[in-house]
């Protein structure tokens, strides 16, 4: 069993390349997330799936496009990658949207130069 | 001890003894809250969780404890190991964060041997 797994495990990008993170989950989960975490922070939202078909908006959406591809499949696009953006990525996946325990990848580190 | 969104501290613990990380939290209306523990290079673990209509839940080694009137959080872990060595974070949720959860900074454990 698998569980939540994320390619790629890293990445290089110049200013204003584009990149799609991907990111698959086994355990038939409804929803699904997207998170970035800076060096010393905690976790921040950027964009949710609750259930296949629907995504939201998290607490740092800007410079990201989601895509639900089906229930297992939930990606992450930087259109125009900026230097902000160098972070580390994490996917989680949870059986239903809301008060209820994610289970996470083991991460995306990007550099954006 | 940690508040929501602030700075990482270290708690440094000799090995065998009991640990406890405390976590602050300011929104009186959050009523999910759980604990994560983060070793270097991997995705967040989860470890326990509470709900706001309970005052203590425990775990495998591990004990929860939420105190509604201050607003406080810990996590007790029972004889410290070296593999507990990690960062630990508290998140809440509640109806204001459409209940997604809200990450705290973390708090870096240390073992001494």
């Known amino acids: 069993n698998a569980g939540v797994t994320q390619t790629p495990k890293f990445q290089v990008l110049k200013t204003g390349q584009s990149m799609t993170l991907q990111c698959a989950q086994d355990m038939n989960h409804n929803s699904m997330y997207w998170y970035r975490q800076d060096p010393g922070m905690g976790l921040r939202l950027i964009y949710y799936s609750a259930s296949e078909g629907t995504t939201d908006k998290g607490e740092v959406p800007n410079g990201y496009n989601v895509s639900r591809l089906n229930k297992r499949e939930f990606s992450l696009r930087l259109e125009s990658a900026a230097p902000s953006q160098t972070s580390v990525y994490f996917c989680a996946s949870s059986y239903r949207q809301g008060s209820e325990k994610l289970f996470f990848g083991s991460g995306t580190q990007l550099s954006v130069l | 001890g940690e508040s929501v969104g602030l700075h990482l501290p270290t708690l440094s613990v000799q090995e065998g003894d009991n640990s406890i990380i405390n976590c602050a939290y300011s929104?009186?209306?959050?009523?999910?809250f759980i604990w994560y523990k983060q070793e270097s290079g991997k995705g967040p673990q989860f470890i326990i969780d509470?709900?706001?209509n309970m005052d203590k839940r425990q775990g495998q080694r591990v004990t929860v404890l939420l105190n509604k009137t201050v607003k406080h959080l810990s996590l007790q872990i029972a004889a410290t190991q070296p593999g507990d060595s990690a960062v630990y974070f508290c998140?809440?949720?509640?109806?204001?964060?459409?209940?997604?959860?809200?990450w705290g900074a973390g708090t870096k454990l240390i073992i001494k041997p």
């Open positions: 998140a809440e949720s509640s109806p204001d964060s459409n209940y997604q959860l809200i």
């Open positions: 929104n009186s209306a959050s009523d999910y």
């Open positions: 509470i709900r706001s």
